[in-house]
């Protein structure tokens, strides 16, 4: 038996590809050399790979920024706006990745979105009607070349043109299906340069067919691979689908002439019984999705082995395989050595899937496993349980209706809280985070290295709060916060503060570029245990006449943040956080403070891709459990939220029956497209789109988000409209911030001197 994986991690065990992207960044290192540090990373986890057995070893799956953006690129999908600025093509690539402010011009960057049910963000690739589609180079297989010179065989992997198009911006009259034959003659061309360079496999990804598909879609499918595979030559193409089961088109891929199809057991819910019904073909080889891509606890070896067995009693060409790309785990279970082994054992990253792949697959050929020692380890390990707090399961067993619904209507609240609050029209506020210095990262790093008392660092973190209030009191802004520098993360703090949770010192995640975070881990039930963030915003709120938002996390933001149990229901889970930061806002309210953000920025990431699924299978708990954080607070108490990159236009009722009294989104990168639904919809919670991109280095003028606002008001009253970034400005500079914010309070100067 063999395996395979649909991807790997590549933002480094240590972030290597953040450090050398920054030098490049920062103009440290030139292209050439980023290119070389980045292709000796990627050899090392092909080495890796091919030690633990892997024979479907996969490249180009390791991108300097972000698959589709690689893709785009690949595809001459670049408008002309990156064209013009004349830049080599490292300087255009992550041009359209960041942005570009300078002496070549001024562009703003792609919008960026989730990725489907995960915490990865994309960069969305935009389809100008003027642009021809075509292969730009053959690229793509730099990785397969450099691997075969290594003596390592890869499959190379691409973004299927199905999902491309799905996920591509239209700008023009143009559609996706008006592109099919410019991408036809592209996606063939690159099963030519496959043949010609001698690849045995090319794995194809399309994860959109896991999405709802019109018959128009399958259609559009059909169409697409009858014709492009009538061309692929001496090539095997794997079908790749993740994320969900392909109930829509099943049969149709099953009658097209792919090599191999990957199927997702894990999260497709109906792909076993698919095949049970009708089959699988005895020509093409499954690829089963049988181990979690995405979770960090070790494969019930028992059901693995059973589900195997049933499949190859269908099909004997059965390869085991990942659910989904490697990339959402991290890298190794080995470097967190702080972490006790009773702890410990339960986990496989990265690495450790390796490990379980190969396992498995060795007891797969045995005539008879249940006597192997790494079998019946495995098996002890599943019939433990993990820690339980009966306090905690008696607490969310006695919630009632009434604990997750303000007494008050939102209404009348928001005018309590007008006639308390006396904000000008427009008030200007940031998201929470202001920019992490190095001052502000060295303090957090002394005080975990054991080089200065926990007395000090808060007493360093209060000075760095001091000066944030001097700054946004001088910039003009209406509602301050924080700050947030005692925070490394908006979930991993939180998660240091309340019970259940374990944590990791080198379990970084890529979320999007350079971007990484170490998920937090829920080993047990969860509570509060202490007071959390209260000192620090009461402090912030005793140095101003203004008020500072109390700022916390909310119960599905740290749950879809963390790596989650999977012995009990996501919606036990939700509760027992959401009680949890209940007790911190009533203590936040209790030290006066009037204005309360619960960020609950992940809201739409875990919706199901199915949307008959969508309200039994997530919303209905999701959007109770943000309600019982808030639910007890005063009316005039204003509890504000905060969503980003995410497509929120199809769940804007659900959003608003959250019944928060203000929430911001992102929406400048999207270009502002939430607001014509926010009007169909009649939103009825005050609302802040953001006005500038925080993912970019870019400064915007005062004329562009005076622009901006002007847009808003066409579709939002102005006593509703909140002026605000899209996001929290941790990631950039201190001075592009001062300069961006300067320009948000003057443009909202200026139109509040025309409003009437």
């Known amino acids: ?445 002394r005080f975990r290295r054991g080089e200065i008392s926990e007395a000090e660092y808060r007493a360093n973190a209060k000075a760095f709060i001091k000066d944030c209030i001097e700054l946004q009191e001088k910039i003009g802004l209406d509602v301050l916060v924080h700050g947030e520098f005692e925070r490394n993360d908006m979930v991993e703090f939180f998660g240091e503060n309340l019970t259940g949770y374990v944590f990791t010192d080198h379990a970084w995640v890529q979320s999007y570029g350079t971007r990484g975070l170490k998920p937090p881990i829920i080993f047990g039930d969860i509570k509060r245990g202490k007071s959390i963030t209260t000192d620090y915003i009461a402090y912030a709120n005793s140095l101003t006449d203004k008020d500072v938002k109390g700022m916390l996390t909310g119960p599905v933001t740290i749950l879809n943040w963390s790596f989650p149990r999977e012995d009990i229901p996501a919606e036990e889970m939700m509760n027992q956080i959401g009680l949890a930061i209940r007790d911190e806002v009533m203590e936040l309210e209790k030290a006066g403070i009037r204005i309360i953000q619960i960020d609950e920025a992940a809201l739409r990431e875990k919706l199901p891709l199915r949307r008959a699924d969508w309200h039994k299978d997530y919303l209905d708990f999701a959007i109770k459990a943000f309600r019982l954080c808030a639910a007890k607070v005063k009316p005039e108490t204003q509890i504000h939220t905060h969503m980003c990159y995410s497509e929120f236009e199809d769940i804007i009722p659900e959003i608003d029956a959250m019944d928060a009294d203000v929430i911001t989104f992102e929406a400048s990168r999207s270009k502002l497209a939430i607001l014509d639904a926010l009007e169909a919809n009649h939103f009825e919670t005050e609302t802040g789109p953001g006005v500038y991109d925080i993912h970019s280095p870019r400064v915007p003028d005062t004329a562009e988000i005076e622009t901006a606002i002007k847009a808003m008001l066409e579709h939002i009253p102005q006593q509703k409209l909140w002026i605000n970034p899209d996001c929290g400005l941790k990631t950039r500079g201190m001075p592009e911030t001062i300069a961006s914010l300067n320009h948000l309070v003057e443009a909202t100067r200026h139109i509040r001197a025309s409003l009437t």
């Open 1 to 445: 038996m063999q395996y395979s994986i649909v991807g790997f991690p590549r933002i480094g065990i240590n972030r290597e590809l953040k450090w050398v992207t920054e030098k490049y960044f920062r103009h440290e290192i030139d292209a050439r050399a980023l290119v070389n540090e980045t292709s000796a990373l990627r050899a090392g986890q092909w080495k890796i790979q091919q030690a633990a057995g892997n024979a479907f070893i996969p490249s180009n799956d390791y991108s300097l920024y972000d698959g589709m953006l690689d893709t785009a690129f690949m595809l001459d999908a670049v408008p002309e706006r990156y064209k013009d600025l004349h830049a080599d093509d490292t300087g255009t690539y992550f041009a359209m990745a960041r942005g570009y402010q300078g002496r070549f011009g001024d562009v703003r960057a792609f919008a960026m979105k989730k990725w489907f049910n995960t915490n990865y963000h994309y960069i969305v690739p935009e389809l100008d009607d003027d642009m021809q589609v075509r292969l730009r180079s053959d690229a793509f297989l730099d990785g397969f070349r450099q691997a075969a010179r290594l003596g390592i065989e890869t499959k190379p992997v691409i973004i299927g043109p199905f999902t491309f198009l799905k996920l591509a911006r239209c700008t023009g009259s143009k559609t996706a299906t008006d592109f099919a034959d410019d991408i036809l003659h592209a996606y063939g061309s690159i099963l030519e340069a496959c043949n010609t360079n001698g690849v045995r496999w090319l794995q194809v990804d399309e994860p959109f067919l896991a999405m709802d598909l019109t018959d128009d879609d399958v259609a559009f499918f059909n169409r697409l691979y009858s014709q492009l595979l009538t061309g692929k030559g001496h090539v095997k193409v794997l079908l790749q689908t993740y994320f969900g089961d392909v109930r829509d088109c099943y049969r149709d891929i099953c009658a097209l002439p792919f090599d191999g199809i990957g199927l997702d057991f894990i999260e497709g819910k109906q792909t076993a019984g698919l095949i049970a019904e009708h089959g699988f073909p005895a020509d093409k080889v499954l690829f089963a999705g049988l181990i979690n891509g995405k979770n960090i606890w070790r494969s019930n070896y028992a059901d693995v082995l059973k589900t195997l067995r049933q499949l190859k009693a269908i099909n004997p060409q059965v390869v085991l395989s990942t659910s989904c790309s490697l990339l959402h785990v991290p890298y190794t279970v080995r470097n967190e050595t702080k972490l006790s082994d009773d702890i410990r054992r339960h986990f496989a990253f990265a690495y450790e899937k390796l490990d379980e792949l190969r396992e498995i697959c060795r007891l797969a050929d045995l005539p008879d496993y249940t006597g192997d020692p790494a079998f019946t380890a495995n098996q002890a390990l599943h019939q433990g349980t993990l820690r339980t707090d009966a306090d905690v399961r008696a607490r969310t067993a006695s919630l009632t209706d009434d604990d997750f619904h303000r007494a008050v209507p939102r209404k009348e609240r928001q005018a309590l809280q007008h006639r308390l609050l006396r904000l000008p029209p427009l008030p200007t506020t940031t998201i929470g985070s202001f920019p992490q210095t190095a001052a502000v990262k060295n303090n957090r790093a």
